[in-house]
């Protein structure tokens, strides 16, 4: 069993929608988890991250962490054609120098 | 400020070649990571630095890549002799501090093509 798994997609909405785009992971250890976004041709860029459990909102992005489920979430209200990217979750266990372990990456097309 | 540098950008070589990446990081941060991300997947780190020590190297292949980060700035990663699952982004990354998670800054990669 994979670490985080994540659906690969791809996912294609029009513009204006509410985007959801989730991961699972199998280790309790795991308190840090983080969105990255990759264009294409481009290294991954950090979006949100979050500490354990709860919510973060930044803009239009939206980070969800429920541990008990081992379920993360991003939510993208009121998307663009330049969202259009793969985002990719990391997540970590505590302490300096940890690895991230990445999904796979979710890709998503919005449609003006 | 200036993001991580990588080079080359692109590179197409055969299998059992040898393939070296160079990598600047961003001034002033003190660990260095190089990934692998091969087509569909996410990035599989492969050593992390830290200054000019190995934090973590337990997934790189050491029986054919090595690399090193030599006066803790830039590094170097080689692949020798290289095979056709080796194609893939090899993307490096730094930050700041060590541990400081959340702020990796990632470089744009080099996509390595073995034929």
Redesign the interface.
Same mark, same amino acid.
């Given at each position: 069993q994979k670490e985080?798994e %994540?659906d690969?997609g791809p996912l294609s909405v029009p513009e204006g929608a509410i985007v959801s785009l989730n991961c699972t992971y199998s280790n309790s250890a795991f308190q &840090?988890f983080?969105w990255y976004r990759q264009y294409s041709?481009? $290294?991954?860029? #950090?979006l949100m &991250?979050t500490y354990s459990s709860g919510n973060k909102e930044d803009g239009r992005f939206t980070a969800q962490v429920d541990k008990s489920s081992k379920y993360i979430s991003l939510f993208i209200r009121d998307s663009q054609p330049s969202d259009s990217a793969t985002y #990719?979750c990391?997540m970590?266990r505590s $302490?300096?120098?940890? %690895?991230?372990y990445? $999904?796979? $990456?979710t890709s998503l097309t919005v449609i003006p | 400020e200036a993001g991580?540098a990588q080079s080359p950008r692109y590179k197409i070589i055969e299998k059992r070649q040898s393939v070296a990446f160079w990598c600047n990081p961003i001034s002033g941060h003190a660990?260095l990571y190089w990934y692998q991300q091969i087509l +569909? =997947?996410?990035?599989?780190?492969l050593i =992390?630095f =830290?200054n000019n020590g190995v934090?973590?190297d337990s997934q790189l292949p050491k029986d054919r890549f090595s690399a090193e980060r030599l006066k803790g700035v830039d590094s170097t990663l080689k692949i020798q002799p290289a095979k056709l699952e080796d194609s893939a982004v090899y993307?490096c990354?730094s930050s700041l501090v060590?541990?400081s @998670? +959340?702020?990796?800054? @990632? +470089?744009? +990669?080099t996509?390595l093509t073995v034929t």
């Open positions: 985080v %994540q690969p &840090y983080m041709r481009k $290294g991954p860029e #950090l &991250y #990719l990391a970590s $302490g300096p120098g940890n %690895q991230f990445f $999904g796979t $990456g | 991580v660990t +569909g =997947q996410g990035p599989k780190l =992390q =830290q934090v973590d993307l990354a060590w541990g @998670f +959340g702020e990796q800054y @990632f +470089g744009p +990669g996509r």
